[in-house]
């Protein structure tokens, strides 16, 4: 199985930046997600990771460590609309059906203030 | 243009009642999912599908059914509701595994309220 932990709220100042970690103990590991997730709505894919290193698209960037079971999200130069809950996931080794599963951490709100 | 669409968005109902909800992705994947997210936003996988196998979270109890009628929909039947079924379901879908690929990325609908009074 696979137990998944992040913070569960932060808060931020417009235009900081600010770092999600998430830390996983896990029966087995083939790639790490983050979502965001705004109020009443889906959650969106951001980044991937499989290697160890930093990934960076854009604002957003996440690393990840495999020998310590650790990946943080990096938020620079934060805008409100950044406010949502962010989700770590972690990819399952694959048990059929076509795909791999996702087990999802239980997010991280993060609120950004003027 | 809505790549992963449900229907409905919102659904109340009375215990004990049956009902489904309809997924459509319009992606061309070949996997599709549902998943939970209680109250407290905990977001948890309850199957996985395609059109070889179905893969069932062994938490889910056997009054929720998936139910494919083609390769783009997978609606979720849910017999004998109980007060604690009242959550939010997201259907979503990803192309097939390719191995430590990105691309099974999965790409969420926009989620249906149930509440069971």
């Known amino acids: 199985g696979q137990n998944i932990d992040q913070p569960t709220e932060m808060t931020a100042t417009e235009g900081a930046i600010v770092q999600i970690n998430c830390t996983y103990q896990t029966s087995g590991f083939n790639g790490l997600f983050w979502y965001q997730q705004h109020a009443g709505e889906a959650p969106t894919f951001l980044s991937y990771n499989v290697l160890d290193g930093l990934e960076e698209k854009g604002r957003f960037s996440s690393f990840l460590s495999r020998s310590k079971g650790y990946s943080y999200l990096l938020l620079k130069e934060l805008q409100m609309k950044d406010s949502a809950s962010y989700l770590c996931?972690?990819?399952?080794?694959?048990?059929?059906?076509?795909?791999?599963?996702?087990?999802f951490g239980k997010g991280t709100k993060l609120s950004v203030i003027p | 243009d809505t790549a992963v669409s449900q229907t409905p968005k919102y659904l109340v109902t009375q215990m004990g009642n049956d009902k489904s909800i309809k997924c459509e992705q319009n992606?061309?994947?070949?996997?599709m999912y549902w998943y939970k997210q209680d109250s407290k936003k905990f977001l948890k996988i309850m199957f996985s599908?395609?059109?070889?196998?179905?893969?069932i979270n062994e938490t889910v109890p056997n009054r929720f059914s998936p139910k494919s009628p083609d390769k783009a929909h997978l609606n979720l039947h849910i017999n004998s509701l109980e007060l604690g079924d009242s959550a939010v379901y997201f259907c979503a879908s990803s192309q097939d595994a390719i191995s430590g690929s990105p691309a099974d990325t999965q790409y969420f609908g926009p989620g249906t309220r149930l509440t069971v009074l």
């Open positions: 996931a972690v990819r399952d080794p694959y048990s059929g059906a076509g795909s791999y599963q996702l087990t």
């Open positions: 599908y395609n059109n070889k196998e179905l893969i």
């Open positions: 992606l061309g994947h070949d996997t």
